[in-house]
């Protein structure tokens, strides 16, 4: 996957679309990019790309205004501020069209990285904020306070939808890279609602070597946690194997794993292949070391139930601090050695 590390924002402008007014606000400057402003966005843009739900996606083969007109600026053939009030424009025609739809601030980024130009679309929805009003009753100061209903993400919040969109080129693997994050809240106006890819984007999303990694550690360790319950040594022979292939090889066969895994028990082999594809995997997984870095960092374990043990990689791997004895009965040891200092939290 492409992780994208060195971010430069040329220029940005930010419009108003809230669902009571008739039309969008749309701005005639650009944002002054002052150190404040320039910090507050780029946090935004960094939480973005290291996001779980930042996806691939391409472009559907139908006509595609938003398409048309971020490439269009993108090969230099228009200007950002024009191109920034289409897609704004866009955007409210869609909220009054669907009418569940949250109001916000579109921020319209032009931005560049180690991978090349990108324009980032980032869909600020308004967050309640609480401030105090001050009134004079009978000459008598009364301060109260009051909800405000037009407050943006702070910088250390995640936002639930915004695109970064590419040139497009042949050798690309995709168009942009999405995040599009449905709300679980049954309350919520936007409950259910996929209008950003499907409507607005006009794309579909496709796996990555992340999501495929993620995917296939996932549904292995859940087929783990269904068939070999009440068998720790068993587990344990299965989530260290899995490990080892995952920090050694570069690609992962999901069948080759199942005969290493379960040599002579072909009911066991097959029903792991299956369960790995039904879960969404591949047979054929790309391995993204960059994830399984940050994945295994810190591992967490859930012991009987009552028992939660920390532990981050080295001293996991490391015997002479950390061993895990298997008994030979489905049960195993757990031993933690040479402790010279704890402390209780």
């Known amino acids: 996957m492409e992780y994208i590390n060195e ?44 996001d779980e739900e930042l996806k691939y996606a391409v472009f559907n083969k139908e006509r595609n205004i938003i398409k048309d007109i971020s490439q269009e600026f993108l090969y230099g053939e228009s200007d950002l501020l024009e191109v920034s009030k289409e897609l704004a424009s866009q955007m409210f025609l869609l909220m009054r069209s669907k009418g569940n739809i949250s109001s916000c601030d579109l921020l319209i980024i032009s931005i560049s990285t180690e991978y090349g130009p990108l324009l980032g679309i980032l869909k600020m929805d308004y967050i309640k904020n609480y401030v105090h009003t001050v009134d004079f009753v009978d000459n008598k100061i009364g301060i109260n306070i009051i909800p405000q209903y037009t407050g943006l993400p702070a910088s250390g919040q995640r936002l639930q939808k915004c695109a970064f969109i590419k040139p497009i080129k042949e050798e690309n693997n995709f168009d942009l890279m999405v995040i599009d994050k449905q709300t679980k809240n049954k309350n919520s106006e936007e409950y259910g609602s996929n209008y950003f890819i499907t409507n607005y984007l006009g794309c579909s999303v496709i796996d990555n070597e992340r999501d495929m990694t993620k995917s296939f550690v996932q549904a292995a360790e859940k087929w783990t946690r269904t068939n070999l319950k009440e068998n720790a040594e068993a587990q344990e022979v299965v989530r260290s194997a899995i490990k080892k292939k995952l920090r050694e090889e570069e690609k992962v066969d999901v069948k080759d794993v199942a005969e290493e895994l379960f040599e ?65 009965d489905g049960t195993i040891n757990m031993t933690i050695k040479h402790v010279s200092n704890y402390i209780e939290k």
Not at 11 to 17: K, Q
Not at 31 to 40: A, G, K, P, Q, R
Not at 294 to 314: A, T, V
């Open 7 to 50: 971010i430069t924002i040329n220029e940005a402008i930010v419009h108003i679309l809230d669902n009571n007014s008739e039309e969008a606000i749309l701005n005639e400057y650009r944002l002054d990019l002052n150190e404040e402003i320039y910090t507050f966005l780029n946090k935004h843009i960094q939480k973005c790309f290291k």
């Open 264 to 328: 002579g028990k072909t009911e066991t082999k097959q029903n792991f292949v299956e369960f790995i594809k039904e879960q969404g995997g591949v047979e054929n997984v790309a391995i993204d070391k960059e994830w399984i870095e940050k994945k295994f960092k810190r591992i967490r374990l859930k012991i009987d139930k009552d028992i939660d043990l920390y532990i981050n990689e080295e001293a996991y791997g490391d015997n002479s601090r950390f061993e895990i004895i298997r008994n030979g």
